[in-house]
């Protein structure tokens, strides 16, 4: 089974000298995919919370939803101009081993 992350936010808090925490965003308001939204979290959902380092000295915070779906990770289906479809699928078969061959000239 495979998973899938989908964004719903992210955090980004600065270095706090000030009390107990080391890192705050005291302004900060709830974005979803670059513009302000409400957010809902479900209790029967699962969530992933990651946190990064950012090159100036901030942490950015990512919360994404767990989707676990049935699937195989093929190049093509990422494809959404049906031109190049064939040219992802000639990838993907070249890249795919159709059988293995072992060589039993080689001793162990």
Known sequence: MARKYNTVTTIRMFANE?????????????YKEGAPADLHFRGDKVYSVRAFPNDDGSLG?????I???HGTDDISD???????????EAIQQKHVPSSINLDDDIPF
């Open 67 to 69: 989707v676990e779906y």
């Open 78 to 88: 990422g494809i959404s101009q049906q031109g190049m479809k064939p040219i992802g």
């Open 61 to 65: 915070v990512q919360i994404s939803e």
């Open 18 to 30: 000030e009390g107990k925490a080391k890192y705050s965003n005291s302004k900060w308001t709830p």
